[in-house]
């Protein structure tokens, strides 16, 4: 491994596959969009254990948390046609601006590809479902009309696995994720940077249950958020 890099840290290893801690800001294998960009996990994880390997699915660059990767092309296969059928289940962890409705579902249909415009692209099905953890009150005026900015934490359940999903079901809500570069609001993200400390599209991967592609039994791989969850105000904070 290139001296200057961190070792993945591992969340699970056997004979088929691996779950690492994948960190924001790295990029899950090269792509033409991040061209510039030569670390990533899949070159690093395979400098880290000399072996090669097959992501299962896909993080975006910014989101940390529970990565799956398999070992051989079959269990990759096998991992993929798991998350296409829909049986991997997956719980996220997300900062979102304002405060949503407890819980709640959305099933609006999102565009198949998220880089083009919405219209003209086959409409796909789409479900996410959501339940508030905390809200808070930062002390930052980020409208004309409020004195402070409202924001919650929000465990969220995608029932299916459209790219971005996450991210633009929360933007039509009106409850854009924090940090989102892309579909969130610029101002309140470099506001919330600078009281923070932290730059960071905050969106986390806590949870993966799926079955194991040898056993069938069900495998649960868990990531606690990194450090710089914990700069945020705690359930005890004046909201």
């Given at each position: 491994?290139?001296?200057?890099?961190?070792p993945?840290a591992?969340?699970?290893?056997?004979?088929?596959?691996?779950?690492?801690?994948?960190?924001?800001?790295l990029?899950?294998?090269?792509?033409?969009?991040?061209?510039?960009e030569?670390?990533?996990v899949?070159?690093?994880?395979?400098a880290?254990?000399?072996?090669?390997v097959?992501?299962a699915?896909?993080?975006?660059k910014g989101?940390?948390?529970?990565?799956l990767?398999?070992?051989?092309a079959?269990?990759a296969?096998h991992?993929?046609?798991?998350f296409?059928?829909?049986?991997?289940?997956k719980q996220?962890?997300?900062?979102?601006?304002g405060?949503?409705?407890?819980?709640?579902e959305t099933?609006?249909?999102?565009?198949?590809?998220?880089?083009?415009?919405?219209?003209?692209q086959p409409?796909?099905?789409?479900?996410?479902?959501?339940?508030?953890?905390?809200?808070?009150?930062?002390?930052?005026?980020t409208?004309?009309?409020?004195?402070?900015?409202?924001?919650?934490?929000v465990q969220?359940?995608?029932?299916?696995?459209?790219?971005?999903?996450?991210?633009?079901?929360?933007?039509?809500?009106?409850?854009?994720?924090?940090?989102?570069?892309?579909?969130?609001?610029?101002p309140l993200?470099?506001?919330?940077?600078?009281?923070?400390g932290?730059?960071?599209?905050?969106?986390h991967?806590q949870?993966?249950?799926?079955?194991?592609?040898?056993?069938?039994?069900?495998?649960?791989?868990?990531?606690?958020?990194?450090?710089?969850?914990?700069?945020?105000?705690?359930?005890?904070?004046?909201?």
């Amino acid at each position: 491994m290139h001296p200057h890099l961190e070792p993945l840290a591992l969340l699970h290893r056997d004979t088929h596959l691996v779950a690492v801690f994948k960190p924001a800001g790295l990029l899950v294998h090269r792509t033409m969009l991040d061209a510039h960009e030569t670390d990533d996990v899949v070159t690093r994880l395979q400098a880290q254990l000399g072996v090669p390997v097959w992501p299962a699915h896909r993080l975006d660059k910014g989101t940390s948390g529970v990565l799956l990767l398999a070992l051989d092309a079959a269990t990759a296969a096998h991992l993929g046609a798991s998350f296409a059928q829909g049986a991997a289940r997956k719980q996220y962890l997300a900062w979102v601006r304002g405060w949503p409705a407890d819980t709640g579902e959305t099933q609006r249909p999102l565009a198949r590809d998220p880089e083009l415009p919405s219209q003209g692209q086959p409409q796909l099905e789409a479900c996410t479902r959501w339940q508030v953890i905390d809200r808070q009150t930062l002390p930052l005026q980020t409208h004309a009309d409020h004195a402070g900015t409202r924001v919650a934490l929000v465990q969220i359940e995608p029932l299916t696995g459209r790219r971005h999903q996450i991210r633009r079901h929360f933007k039509a809500l009106a409850h854009p994720l924090i940090g989102d570069a892309t579909h969130g609001k610029g101002p309140l993200n470099r506001a919330i940077a600078q009281h923070l400390g932290v730059a960071r599209l905050w969106l986390h991967a806590q949870q993966l249950v799926i079955p194991h592609p040898a056993t069938g039994q069900p495998l649960t791989l868990q990531a606690q958020p990194g450090a710089e969850w914990a700069l945020w105000p705690g359930p005890d904070a004046a909201a």
